[in-house]
DNA sequence: TTATTTTTGGTGTCATCGCTCCAAAAATCC
DNA sequence: GGATTTTTGGAGCGATGACACCAAAAATAA
């Protein structure tokens, strides 16, 4: 419960850190987006990470806080990607939209990580003792989708999405399709695919032309 | 490796079985599917069947043979209403795709059993020993994702599906929406909101009549 | 009742998991 | 170089996980 002291606590004298910390943390993060939270052991993260059990203590404070800040790096991560297309002032939101699909789709089979999410399929299951970080992963996903709606909001705001549009509803659904990519991501599916999935989902954008956004 | 003789091995004489083998089945499923593979665990399973570990060993074999048992039984279970909404002979293929979608987000929210699919979202992560699993998962839902295609396959024999669509690729994209919406439903989404979500889903179907499916 | 077959409780085992502690080493400032 | 501060390797620990075994009990056919 105390706040565990971690690296750099009372910098300026001493020893200095001898390993790449945010290194070592990006290790951590694909070990956890590949296999989760459970099937990543101890054991498994100080080897990936190429330290002692002591310096992971230290440094980390414990493996489900270890993982928070992996989740936060991955959030950092992607969330660059993410967040550069979906609020590019000069593409409307539709525009915004398949532009988001297609980047999910490339960055979802890219080589060089785990495929798939570390958001998407992550704590999805509810053992007594997953509850925490559970609810961490549900309230992330709740984040990005909140984010989607807030961008139809704006596109209702400039016009051009449909005034009557449910840009929660929409949001939910370009949510859940991406969900559903990061699982065929996982199961193998090709860039190819996941494209073409996402071009199907970009059919059901709301018909009609937008109205005059001024009421 | 050896095939362990389980229960009813040699049924006709001796005592017969006392628990419910079949109840205690269901129950262990129901774990797996709230909890998931590895969040699971032995005496979790023990406890809920309500049998000792040696009757568990004598009637199962191991916590993965059950899994694979409790998969089986799961997949039987939903098969009845997947199957019986995709393969009914007076459904287009569009209103059987609409129905498909309505029902699963009924099922995924129905308060006796837990919520979304037991097969969506398992074995998704792939640690060292979760590589079966994680392979029959897959299977299963490549499975599914094939029952769809060949469903709107038919549709294009029927005629009531335009006769140049790419029937892995739609059966692709309302497979990702399935996963999406057992995710949503694990985050706590109504009925309401997967029914949505799935009436937004169903703006992607095909447009366009039907092409004359006799050439 | 007896022989046969299967279930059961209890106990044990071996590995892993996630930490925890400590003495020694290393790198800075003075 | 010496003092100070932090890191490191290594050993160990309590808990849990997934079985595994066995003698006793229970229920049936004969």
């Not at 999805?124 to 559970?134: A, E, F, K, L, Y």
Request: with cysteine; net charge positive.
């Amino acid at each position: 419960m105390t706040p565990k002291i971690i690296q750099g606590s009372k910098r300026g004298r001493g020893r200095p850190a001898v390993f790449d910390r945010s290194k070592a943390l990006f290790e951590a993060m694909k070990l956890f987006w590949e296999r989760g939270y459970e099937g990543t052991s101890f054991d498994d993260l100080i080897g990936a990470m190429g330290i002692s059990a002591s310096s992971f203590y230290n440094s980390f404070g414990s493996k489900e806080a270890l993982y928070c800040e992996a989740t936060r790096a991955y959030l950092d991560w992607a969330g660059q990607w993410f967040f550069a297309i979906l609020n590019e002032p000069s593409t409307d939101a539709r525009t915004a939209f398949a532009l988001l699909l297609e980047a999910t789709a490339e960055e979802f089979t890219r080589g060089d990580h785990p495929p798939g999410c570390m958001i998407s399929l992550a704590g999805t299951h509810c053992s007594p003792g997953m509850r925490n970080i559970r609810d961490m992963m549900s309230e992330h996903r709740a984040f990005s989708e909140s984010a989607m709606a807030a961008r139809i909001r704006k596109g209702i705001a400039d016009g051009d999405v449909p005034a009557d549009t449910d840009c929660g509803m929409l949001a939910a659904y370009y949510s859940a399709v991406a969900r559903g990519l990061a699982v065929q991501a996982r199961d193998g599916a090709s860039r190819e695919k996941l494209s073409e999935i996402a071009k199907v989902a970009m059919r059901a954008w709301p018909p009609g032309k937008a109205r005059d956004a001024r009421r």
